[in-house]
Structure formats: structure tokens, C-alpha cells
């Protein structure tokens, strides 16, 4: 099962996660990094900032998780524009070397091929950050995504547009579809952080971790991932019904274990 790491606030998940990619980085100057958007990774950014100072980072590669179809790639909230401002101008990262799926329409119907091919050239993905949205998709695999799903375009549900509308002026200029890494594609990185705060999460949580593994729950493919950490503040873990016990785990780990 997915390791369970429940920490006081987001910015310890953050220096935790940051942690974890500075060791990466050390032992893999050209890493290959799953890059997330929204709210849950900021942290994760945050903490790195300090951590990445001095470091040569010219080699580190990245793959967005997914992009709104049809946005124009230099509109604020395209997910191209969110990495470059969190991740890739903070952190000094090669732009070249950071990818986001291609939402243009002209070439959407191969863009997820194509992404695949891209993220199968680098190798694959080495550590993938993940957040959780409250339908319990991940990337924008929304509910009934097939776990074997590769790169593709997908329709949004009404749950996730009205989510999201606080990053655009309304509702209305929410996209209605975006193009995601597939269930398949994430579960074939090789470390997988997914995190999540706050209680809004909590049952999208609970149900990734302990509940039945399930398309209805996106997130739930986790549980079929052979090396999960799954970091979240005590109000996400509320609905957990085992918290107990990973805490008294994670107290009584080896330290050789690592995470
Ligand atoms: C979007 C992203 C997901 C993200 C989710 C949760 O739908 N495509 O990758 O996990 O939002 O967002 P937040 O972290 O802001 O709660």
C-alpha cells in the first residue's frame, strides 16, 4: 500500500516533497520530474527555491501532467503559463527542458501520442508530484477514466470547471476540455507523491487510499502504484479510517527506508 505521511501543515509536505527531488537531482543531475498545477504543489515549489539555489539544475527535465484544450499557450492560466511562473522561472530551470501536453487545436488529435513518445524519450518519469481534485481525479482524469488510459483529451465535469473558475474571470471561460496524462501514463512513473489539504480533500483522500480501487475514483489507481507517498495536513487525513496507524508507522519507520 501507499505510504501515509501526515503532517501538520502544507509547507512541511512541501519541505518534505523538496527534499526528496533535491536527493533526486543530486543522484540524477538530468532527473525526470512529474510537474503538477493548482494550489497543492505550491509548497513543494516553495520549499525548493531555497534548496535549488546554487544547485545546477540545467540538466532536470519535466512533464506537465496536463493542459486546457484550445487556450492560447501565453494566456495566464494555461497550465504552459502556470509551470513557467511556479516552477520553471522560480526554480531556474531550462524551459526547453520542461513540457507541457499541447492543447492547440491544429494538432490535438496526435498531441497525446505525441506526449507519450516525448515522455518515453526522456526515459520516464523519475518522481511525479500529484495533487487530488475533489471529484478524485488526478491530472484531469475525471471520473471513469480507464486506469490503462494514456495521454488524451478529456472533457471536464461541471465539478472541476466550477473549481477552477477562481483562476478566470468566469465560469464561462473555463475550457471545456483539456488534455491529461492518462491513469496509465502517471502510474508509469516510478515514484508517485500525491498530496492533498485541507477538508474539502478529505473524502477524495479517503477514498484514494482505503477505498475500493475504482474508475468512479480516479485517484484510487494509486493503490495499484508499487512505490506511493501519500502526504496530506490532518484535515485532509480526517476521513482516513487507518490514521492511527500510519502515523505510528511513519513514527516507527527504519531511517534506511527512506521514503
Ligand atoms: C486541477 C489539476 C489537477 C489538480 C487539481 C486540484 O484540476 N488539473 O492536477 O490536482 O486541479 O487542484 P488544487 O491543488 O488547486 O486543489
Not at 527535465?61 to 501565453?74: H, M, N, S, T
Request: include cysteine; charge should be negative; charged fraction near 20%.
Amino acid at each position: 500500500m501507499a505510504e501515509i505521511v501526515i503532517v501538520p501543515s502544507p509547507a512541511d509536505a512541501g519541505i518534505l516533497v523538496a527534499d526528496e527531488i533535491v536527493k533526486l537531482i543530486a543522484s540524477r543531475p538530468d532527473a525526470v520530474l512529474g510537474l503538477a498545477t493548482g494550489s497543492t504543489p505550491l509548497p513543494v515549489y516553495e520549499a525548493l527555491r531555497p534548496r535549488l539555489a546554487g544547485v545546477d539544475v540545467s540538466q532536470v527535465r519535466g512533464f506537465a501532467l496536463d493542459e486546457y484544450v484550445g487556450i492560447d499557450p501565453q494566456h495566464p492560466e494555461s497550465y504552459r503559463s502556470v509551470i513557467t511562473k511556479e516552477v520553471v522561472e522560480p526554480l531556474g530551470l531550462d524551459p526547453a527542458r520542461i513540457h507541457t501536453p499541447n492543447g492547440a487545436l491544429e494538432t490535438i488529435s496526435h498531441a497525446g501520442e505525441d506526449y507519450e513518445q516525448a515522455i518515453a524519450a526522456a526515459g520516464g518519469v523519475d518522481l511525479q508530484i500529484l495533487g487530488i481534485g475533489t471529484s478524485g481525479h488526478i491530472g484531469f482524469n475525471e471520473p471513469g477514466s480507464s486506469f490503462a488510459s494514456r495521454t488524451r483529451v478529456k472533457t471536464l465535469i461541471q465539478q472541476t470547471r466550477e473549481d477552477n473558475a477562481r483562476f478566470f474571470d468566469s465560469i464561462d471561460e473555463v475550457p471545456m476540455h483539456c488534455i491529461t496524462q492518462g491513469l496509465g501514463t502517471i502510474l508509469s512513473a516510478r515514484h508517485l507523491f500525491l498530496l492533498a489539504f485541507g477538508e474539502s480533500k478529505a473524502h477524495a483522500v479517503a477514498g484514494a487510499v482505503e477505498g475500493p480501487v475504482s474508475s468512479s475514483l480516479p485517484g484510487s489507481a494509486i493503490q495499484l502504484h508499487p512505490h506511493v507517498t501519500v502526504v496530506v495536513d490532518e484535515a485532509a487525513a480526517s476521513q482516513l479510517q487507518n490514521a492511527d496507524y500510519y502515523r505510528y508507522a511513519y513514527a516507527n519507520k527504519p531511517d534506511w527506508q527512506g521514503l
